[in-house]
């Protein structure tokens, strides 16, 4: 699936907690290639309050992205993400029975690609009993699992 439909169909919530696992220069290197700009001083905004009103306004951003810049940032975004979700990597890949060192392979993921849709099904059953449905589903989608629903 096309990281920036994964990407508008994800919560808010999910959304701020994918652009905080960057570092703050590539966000803010994010901010400027997306020209998103701090608002200007104020007293009764609070320094959390400015940031989260700049990821607010990339999230509606990326929502409506058309093009092949904004897809490699949300693509990008997505995986410096899924790093930090290595458990939930480490539990599909051991489901599959799939070798992997917590959570990373050393091959081809196309494995993904050719399972059959009951495996599929009961993948994600096997996910949303330790995860966030919304969390196995964006990895889901990024690895381009058939027969998702």
């Known amino acids: 699936m096309d990281p920036v439909l994964i990407t508008a169909s994800m919560n808010e919530t999910t959304f ?6 960057s570092s703050r220069q590539i966000r803010e290197i994010l901010f400027s290639q997306m020209n998103i700009k ?3 001083k104020s007293l009764s905004l609070k320094v959390h309050e400015k940031r989260d009103e700049r990821v607010r306004r990339l999230h509606e951003r990326l929502k409506t992205a058309a093009g092949k810049k904004e897809s490699d940032i949300c693509r990008e975004l997505i995986r410096t993400w899924l790093y930090t979700k290595r458990p939930m990597l480490k539990s599909a890949l051991d489901f599959l029975g799939i070798e992997n060192e917590d959570g990373l392979v050393s091959i081809e993921t196309d494995f993904f690609n050719n399972l ?3 495996k ?4 994600k059953e096997h996910l949303e009993k330790s995860f966030p449905l919304e ?15």
């Open 120 to 123: 599929v099904k009961a993948l």
């Open 38 to 40: 701090p608002k200007k």
């Open 16 to 21: 701020a907690e994918m652009v905080s696992c």
């Open 116 to 118: 059959s849709a009951d």
């Open 135 to 149: 969390h196995a589903l964006i990895y889901l989608q990024f690895m381009e699992v058939p027969h998702l629903e």
